[in-house]
């Protein structure tokens, strides 16, 4: 897993290395891995270095330094390089070795006749120190951009972004990987992040957050191969139950059973409306349904004998098409009185009440639905407030309802009421399609059927281990979608057939 830090965290991680000539130094590594980017993409397109044309839009700052320097290097290799100087004032020691090596300035108003033959621009305007409200030029989308540090106008911290910045083709970020560039909009605009050791390891703090990658699978999880689970019966391998669909969204019980089904859960009882028991019947004969008679004599073996209820129905996926109606508050309600642990999406968020319970629980919104939850919680929000924040939103409502939130989108936000948080990029944009979240729910409902949390763990460890299934979901759903991608147009269906390969190249 990859350790995310906020600017302000990396900014003070900096503070003692820049005593004596320590600026300099720092500057220089960024700048040689500025200009390393830099001829990697240059031997791309236009295939050269030598008479090859770049561009530079230079702030004032420090960040605009390392442009300068960078180019300095380029230049020396017969790079034709200008610095458009957009400050008052440029790093003197940098602009002054950028001059000495044959580059050439310019201003604002050259800058649209020298972008009608760049082959590269570097983006050295701002880094962490963004402005609020900062206007940027526009740069035609056929251009090679390399951002220095970040994609100028991303807010380091919260990944909120201006409507004028440049997006980047590569970002060459120093130190440690901003949260900015996980999360939000600063995600989609930052292209090919590549992180550069300047030597801040031994100042940065416990990190912001971590982003979870394919290979973590299994840490995640923390499974190790056993000989005893070769010996498994379904009992042991995770019992779901699943309270979902309605008349007017039947597919999406049909979803979520068939995404529950395609990762290997052991058994799959449900309860869905009549009009749909025949039809998960036909296409997903292996569930099992469970009647109301049976539903509540489980609940209430599970009052008398927690563990040999638990193993019966280890946890419980509802919401994805449930309406809102007097029954199935009643049926919820129940459950969410159970021991066993549950994540809860679509529908029945909005039939929660935020507190604090004994139940472990995952609730998955997108951004809608967590304005909604929120509102409920007497939190006032926007939909644009949790779009240039959301990792403190996320964190808000994990608090309010203390459970671990997974909030859905391009970078999903997996965070616990104490703030631990790992965060999961979409292999591929396909995954906003309709039905995908439900396919998601069934996948997180197979893992917390399967995983055993001992009652006499204490509350945050707990949750912890609850944001680490979260993410390894995301991850198997993830990587999925990429798979089904390949293939052509990717649809829930597209999506569920391609869960079993996933889970098994991820190591489930």
């Given at each position: 897993?990859?350790?995310?830090?906020?600017?302000?965290?990396?900014?003070?991680?900096?503070?003692?290395?820049?005593?004596?000539?320590?600026?300099?130094?720092?500057m220089r590594?960024?700048?040689?891995?500025?200009?390393?980017?830099?001829?990697l993409?240059?031997?791309?397109?236009?295939?050269?270095?030598?008479?090859?044309?770049m561009?530079?839009?230079i702030?004032?700052?420090?960040?605009?330094?390392?442009?300068?320097?960078?180019?300095?290097?380029l230049?020396?290799r017969?790079?034709?390089?200008?610095?458009?100087?957009?400050?008052?004032r440029?790093?003197?020691?940098?602009?002054?070795?950028?001059t000495?090596?044959?580059?050439?300035?310019?201003?604002?108003?050259?800058?649209?006749?020298?972008?009608?033959?760049?082959?590269?621009?570097?983006?050295?305007?701002?880094?962490?120190?963004?402005?609020?409200?900062v206007?940027l030029?526009?740069?035609?989308?056929?251009?090679?951009?390399i951002?220095c540090?970040?994609?100028?106008?991303?807010?380091?911290?919260?990944?909120?972004?201006?409507?004028s910045?440049?997006?980047?083709d590569?970002?060459?970020?120093?130190?440690?990987?901003?949260?900015?560039?996980?999360?939000?909009?600063?995600?989609?605009?930052s292209?090919?992040?590549?992180?550069v050791?300047?030597?801040?390891?031994?100042?940065?703090?416990?990190?912001?957050?971590?982003?979870?990658?394919?290979?973590?699978?299994?840490?995640?999880?923390?499974?190790?191969?056993?000989?005893?689970?070769?010996?498994?019966?379904?009992?042991?391998?995770?019992?779901l139950?699943l309270l979902?669909?309605?008349p007017?969204?039947p597919?999406?019980a049909?979803?979520t059973?068939?995404?529950?089904?395609?990762?290997?859960?052991?058994?799959?009882?449900?309860?869905?409306?009549?009009?749909?028991?025949?039809?998960?019947?036909?296409?997903?004969?292996?569930?099992?349904?469970?009647?109301?008679?049976?539903?509540?004599?489980?609940?209430?073996?599970?009052?008398?004998?927690?563990?040999?209820?638990?193993?019966?129905?280890?946890?419980?996926?509802?919401?994805?098409?449930?309406?809102?109606?007097?029954?199935?508050r009643?049926?919820?309600?129940?459950?969410?009185?159970?021991?066993?642990?549950?994540?809860?999406?679509?529908?029945?968020?909005?039939?929660i009440?935020p507190?604090?319970?004994?139940?472990?629980?995952i609730?998955?919104?997108?951004?809608?639905?967590?304005r909604?939850?929120?509102?409920t919680a007497?939190?006032?929000?926007?939909a644009?407030?949790?779009?240039?924040?959301p990792?403190?939103?996320a964190?808000?409502?994990?608090?309010?309802?203390?459970?671990?939130?997974l909030?859905?989108?391009?970078?999903t936000?997996?965070?616990?009421?104490?703030?631990?948080?790992?965060?999961?990029?979409a292999?591929?944009?396909d995954?906003?399609?309709?039905?995908?979240?439900?396919?998601?729910?069934?996948?997180?409902?197979?893992?917390?059927?399967?995983?055993?949390?001992p009652?006499?763990?204490?509350?945050?460890?707990?949750m912890?281990?609850?944001?680490?299934?979260?993410?390894?979901?995301s991850?198997i759903?993830?990587?999925?979608?990429?798979?089904a991608?390949?293939?052509?147009?990717?649809?829930?269906?597209?999506?569920?057939e391609?869960?079993?390969?996933a889970?098994?190249d991820l190591?489930l």
């Amino acid at each position: 897993m990859i350790p995310v830090y906020t600017g302000s965290q990396v900014r003070t991680a900096e503070i003692p290395l820049l005593q004596g000539d320590g600026a300099n130094r720092l500057m220089r590594l960024a700048a040689d891995a500025l200009a390393h980017h830099a001829v990697l993409t240059l031997r791309e397109n236009p295939g050269r270095l030598y008479g090859a044309r770049m561009v530079g839009l230079i702030g004032s700052g420090n960040n605009g330094g390392d442009g300068l320097f960078a180019m300095a290097t380029l230049a020396k290799r017969g790079v034709k390089c200008t610095a458009v100087l957009l400050g008052e004032r440029a790093h003197p020691a940098a602009l002054e070795a950028f001059t000495r090596a044959g580059g050439r300035t310019s201003t604002v108003e050259g800058l649209p006749a020298l972008l009608e033959d760049c082959d590269l621009l570097i983006d050295a305007v701002y880094g962490t120190g963004v402005r609020p409200g900062v206007k940027l030029p526009e740069i035609p989308s056929t251009i090679p951009v390399i951002a220095c540090d970040l994609p100028s106008g991303v807010d380091a911290s919260t990944g909120a972004v201006p409507t004028s910045v440049i997006p980047a083709d590569r970002t060459v970020c120093f130190g440690a990987l901003k949260t900015g560039l996980t999360v939000g909009s600063g995600h989609l605009v930052s292209g090919h992040i590549h992180v550069v050791d300047i030597g801040l390891r031994a100042t940065l703090p416990n990190p912001e957050a971590w982003v979870a990658q394919g290979d973590d699978l299994e840490i995640l999880l923390n499974r190790s191969p056993d000989w005893r689970s070769l010996g498994r019966h379904k009992y042991q391998r995770g019992v779901l139950g699943l309270l979902a669909g309605s008349p007017k969204y039947p597919g999406a019980a049909v979803i979520t059973a068939r995404a529950a089904t395609s990762t290997g859960v052991g058994m799959l009882r449900t309860m869905v409306p009549k009009n749909i028991e025949t039809t998960l019947a036909a296409i997903v004969p292996e569930s099992v349904p469970l009647a109301a008679t049976e539903f509540n004599a489980l609940l209430a073996h599970n009052r008398r004998n927690g563990r040999e209820g638990a193993a019966r129905i280890g946890a419980w996926a509802v919401g994805p098409g449930l309406e809102d109606t007097a029954e199935n508050r009643k049926v919820l309600a129940q459950i969410l009185s159970s021991e066993a642990a549950c994540v809860i999406d679509a529908g029945a968020l909005s039939m929660i009440e935020p507190g604090e319970h004994s139940q472990l629980r995952i609730l998955t919104p997108h951004a809608g639905e967590l304005r909604s939850l929120l509102t409920t919680a007497g939190v006032r929000v926007s939909a644009t407030d949790i779009t240039e924040d959301p990792l403190r939103w996320a964190r808000w409502a994990a608090v309010a309802y203390d459970c671990v939130i997974l909030l859905k989108g391009s970078a999903t936000i997996c965070t616990s009421p104490d703030g631990y948080t790992l965060i999961v990029h979409a292999s591929t944009p396909d995954l906003a399609t309709a039905g995908s979240g439900d396919a998601l729910t069934g996948v997180l409902g197979t893992l917390l059927a399967s995983t055993y949390f001992p009652a006499e763990g204490e509350k945050p460890d707990r949750m912890h281990r609850l944001v680490d299934i979260a993410a390894a979901g995301s991850l198997i759903h993830a990587h999925a979608g990429a798979l089904a991608a390949l293939d052509g147009t990717l649809g829930a269906s597209e999506l569920i057939e391609a869960l079993p390969r996933a889970a098994r190249d991820l190591g489930l």
